[in-house]
């Protein structure tokens, strides 16, 4: 039987990302592909007493249906913590969400229609790129350099694209690790806010700093009520709990949520209650702080590693905070190549053409280094110079 | 600042039940309104133990990333369920969603382009019309009486609407409690199969069977892969878990979850392992069968109350099984308006308005039965009789 699918799946595909991290399993692969944290600082015990507690004493309405905008005392905390990061805001301006990509697909369903221009920079996110892809959009990409993207450039492309919105990563960047300078943040707020653009500031990595100063998000500057605030507890308490949220105005919160009841009626009750119960009664900033100083040290080894084994003419960034940096390869190094002989050598990445809405990209990779351990790293990233050099000289 | 949402959102709006539901919270309040489980039947120390048992020997893993299929041992159970019910089918043949709302969104991105028509009973569930209607789409409609649809009907409609799918909840349909007869299951799939119509079989409250016999899911008749079936644990083991799952063919399933992860990259790690110990560890089938005693006890509280109460000319349907039943109220009552009546007394039902694509059906009411206990079932359903009697006599 031939089925008649509807014409945005003809540009929707399974992403590389995806089959390589089916890959991953094998437990003699070293990866830097996946964007996983440490599952070794997942609070553990901690999370099990806040479930403990939260289904003794009301375990009833931690597993009736909830509100869709999420479970109250939750909302309380995450505008709290909201407010700690520079952001004015209440438990009402704050709708919960099944992670922070739910609002990807939410943010596309309440502002795209076929055809529309959503502004991104180049690399992107390559989730971000396939949740607005299945709304038939094009893409325009403003350009990057290493204090993150060029605010300088938005007024020409803003006139000549009229995007519905920009999607942006201002703090270490998924796939590059840059962070968008203090300086550029004021000027791309004050560009957007002439221009009435709707501004996507998607930032799960902003507390995992481990080096530089702290520069408040975009939202912190937004007295026009244009940015859309999402962050999440993946990376600081534990991703497997799909909690993240929205800082929006109300007109724009309200139409989330509208179409977030149609996509799950709400986040899981469970769920909300045990984060809630957990920022509550146990100390999270000491786990963050743990967890920066982890991903600091792994960073420094990657990068002391990459310092002493790559063959000349590679780079990559020195990002201050998250989970990424970002491998330029010399001209003509085609990183799907590269992947197919790392795998032989049993270590990954993920390839740079995905994070580009034109598929562009082919010179770059991406590696995570929250993920390995310090001799994971050392190991791995020994055996990704020695397939690197063989690239290099298989090309000269 | 005026912002430009997609054109979709023009016909997208917050539906009735959800401000109703807000007001449901006042607990002087007796509601037959939402479609709420029993929350002092959820199996809440087995949950608590079942939460124990994941975090103490698999924490780190239960908080981790996860494919987006599901947790493997997870589909087996829900596979194995599924077969219990008559479908063919084994672990890969399951996509695990957020709920089984979820699926109903998937299947619009992979089916639905705008104007395309989609067919429905009449009334049918409304976050599933929500849910469609963010694709702009028209809506056609399946005759139906006390068995269900109207197979017969359906060559004329497909020939004439060229509908993408049918959406049908063959077992104690929302909002009308009925069910369809086991030879127009048989009809019914004759025809979609004849004319490659796909069909999603929503089949949430198929388990709540109270009276009757079973009858076979349309999927257990499906040898041509055009039946994508959803069901969920929210009626059976909690829906504030949010887990709910699809047996469909290879080729649908791989697009369903290429926009799954563009969705929400997965369910609920820890949410899934739960209900994984759950099913192996503990008599889930035990548990059932009391909510299966506790339900039809209710229904039966509210059909004698009913009969016993209500003025003339008001009908009601005889689920076998389920939450709900539906109300006919005479010519020319508005339950919107009885709604506000009903208040007034401390009482609140779904007006059947929301639950037709065409926001017909001011004459019908829905009652869920599940929730109130038998003693608020009797109070409540006499405040309602008396709201009722007020209504008929002044229309009369």
């Given amino acids: 039987m031939n089925i008649r699918f509807a014409r945005r799946m003809d ?25 996983l ?15 403990e507690r939260v289904l003794h004493e009301t375990g009833a309405s931690a597993l009736q249906y909830s509100p869709s905008e999420g479970y109250a005392p939750l909302r309380e905390s995450l505008a709290a913590e909201s407010r700690r990061r520079g952001i004015d805001c209440s438990a009402e301006d704050i709708l919960i969400t099944t992670g922070s990509q739910q609002p990807l697909d939410l943010a596309g369903k309440i502002f ?21 892809q299945t709304f038939e959009v094009r893409f325009a990409t403003v350009p990057t350099d290493d204090h993150g993207l060029i605010s300088e450039e938005l007024p020409a492309l803003i006139e000549r694209e009229r995007p519905k919105f920009l999607y942006t990563i201002p703090n270490f960047q998924n796939p590059t690790g840059r962070t968008l300078a203090a300086q550029r943040r004021k000027t791309l707020y004050s560009i957007a806010a002439r221009y009435g653009l709707i501004v996507i500031e998607d930032d799960p990595y902003g507390c995992l700093r481990y080096a530089g100063k702290t520069i408040p998000p975009l939202k912190s500057l937004d007295t026009e009520g244009i940015v859309i605030y999402l962050s999440t507890v993946s990376k600081t308490i534990a991703p497997g709990l799909r909690i993240g949220w929205v800082v929006a105005r109300e007109e724009i919160r309200r139409k989330l949520t509208i179409v977030k009841q149609a996509a799950d009626l709400h986040t899981s009750s469970l769920d909300q209650r045990i ?28 990068d002391a590693t990459l310092r002493e084994t790559m063959p000349p003419g590679f780079r990559w960034t020195h990002p201050e905070g998250g989970m990424f940096l970002w491998v330029t390869c010399p001209e003509g190094v085609d990183t799907n190549e590269l992947l197919r002989e790392a795998l032989l050598r049993k270590v990954i990445f993920v ?12 010179r770059f990779m991406r590696l995570n280094f929250s993920n390995a351990s310090p001799d994971s790293i050392r190991e791995g990233i020994g055996r990704l110079a020695e397939v690197c050099k063989d690239a290099v000289h298989a090309h000269a």
Wanted: charged letters at 20%.
């Fill in 275 to 302: 984060v809630h119960r957990y920022l509550t009664d146990f100390d999270s900033s000491a786990h963050i702080e743990r967890i920066r100083q982890a991903y600091g040290e792994r960073y420094a080894i990657m």
């Fill in 112 to 132: 795209l229609d076929a055809g529309d221009c959503v502004l991104t920079e180049s690399p992107t996110y390559m989730a971000a790129i396939q949740a607005f």
């Fill in 351 to 362: 390839p740079g053409q995905d994070f580009f809405p034109d598929s562009s990209g082919q």
């Fill in 11 to 35: 540009s929707v595909h399974a992403s590389t990302i995806r089959e390589i991290l089916k890959v991953t399993e094998q437990p003699e692969i070293i990866s830097f592909a996946g964007g």
């Fill in 37 to 51: 944290p440490a599952p070794e600082l997942f609070p553990v015990d901690d999370l099990l007493s806040a479930a």
